[in-house]
C-alpha cells in the first residue's frame, strides 16, 4: 500500500465469514451500506473488537439513528440537511464521529453528492456543528471513464479538500484505484480485489 493511503476492505454484500478471514490477515477497517445487514455482521464479529466500521451508502434520513450508533466513520454525507440530523444524533449519543463530505464533480443521476462551489459556500455552518469531525471529501467517478478522465475528476477533488485544509480524500475502489492514488487520495475502497465478485 502506497504511502498515506488507507485501505477501506469494501464488505457490503460479502459473509461476514469472509470479513473474518480478512482480518485475520491484519485488515481492520470495512465499509457497508446496509444497516440491517451490518448488524448482523457486528453481531458475528463481537469478538473482533478493533474492527472499525465505515458507512458508504446513500443515508436515508430514516436510518440515521442506527448509522450514527453503529458506525465510527461516514464516508457518504450529501448533503447539508442530513449534516444537522447526524450532528444531533451524535450529541445524543454522546459519540464522536468522523465524517467525509460526498462531493461530485460532473453530473451523474446515479451518484449523490454536493457540488464544489456549494460546499465552498456553506463550509462555515458545516465546520460549526458539534459532535462530529470533518476528515476529508469522498467522490465517486462516473462509470466508463478513461484512465486521464478519471484522474482529471480525482484531482478536482484533492484540490477542494486542499482549499478547506482537510487532510482526507476516500477515492477510488477497485477499478480505479491507481488514478485516485496518483491524485491524492487517502482512502481507497476496494470490494472485489479482495473479496471476489460479489454475489448479492
Same mark, same amino acid.
Given at each position: 500500500?502506497?504511502?498515506g493511503v ?56 430514516? +436510518? &440515521?439513528? =442506527?448509522?450514527? @450508533?453503529? #458506525? *465510527?466513520? $461516514? ?6 440537511? !442530513?449534516?444537522? +440530523? &447526524?450532528? =444531533?444524533?451524535? @450529541?445524543? #449519543? *454522546?459519540? $464522536? ?6 462531493? !461530485? ?10 457540488e464544489g ?84
Amino acid at each position: 500500500m502506497p504511502r498515506g493511503v488507507n485501505l477501506l476492505a469494501v464488505s457490503k454484500g460479502f459473509k461476514a465469514e469472509d470479513i473474518k478471514t480478512i482480518y485475520a490477515l491484519g485488515q481492520k477497517h470495512f465499509g457497508e451500506s446496509r444497516v440491517q445487514e451490518t448488524l448482523y455482521k457486528k453481531e458475528y464479529l463481537k469478538d473482533c473488537k478493533d474492527i472499525v466500521w465505515h458507512f458508504i451508502g446513500r443515508i436515508q434520513s430514516n +436510518k &440515521i439513528k =442506527k448509522i450514527v @450508533q453503529n #458506525f *465510527d466513520y $461516514i464516508h457518504s454525507v450529501d448533503s447539508f440537511n !442530513k449534516l444537522i +440530523k &447526524i450532528s =444531533k444524533m451524535a @450529541q445524543e #449519543f *454522546d459519540k $464522536i464521529l468522523n465524517l467525509m463530505i460526498q462531493v !461530485k464533480f460532473e453530473e451523474d443521476p446515479n451518484k449523490g453528492g454536493l457540488e464544489g462551489s456549494k460546499l465552498i459556500q456553506l463550509w462555515d455552518d458545516f465546520e460549526n456543528l458539534e459532535n462530529i469531525r470533518i476528515k476529508g471529501l469522498m467522490t465517486i467517478n462516473p462509470k466508463g471513464l478513461s484512465s486521464n478522465q478519471n484522474y482529471f475528476l480525482f484531482n478536482k477533488c484533492r484540490e477542494l479538500a486542499d482549499e478547506l485544509n482537510l487532510t482526507d480524500c476516500s477515492m477510488g475502489m477497485s477499478q480505479d484505484w491507481r488514478e485516485a492514488v496518483h491524485a491524492g487520495s487517502t482512502w481507497i475502497r476496494i470490494g472485489s480485489l479482495i473479496f471476489g465478485e460479489r454475489i448479492i
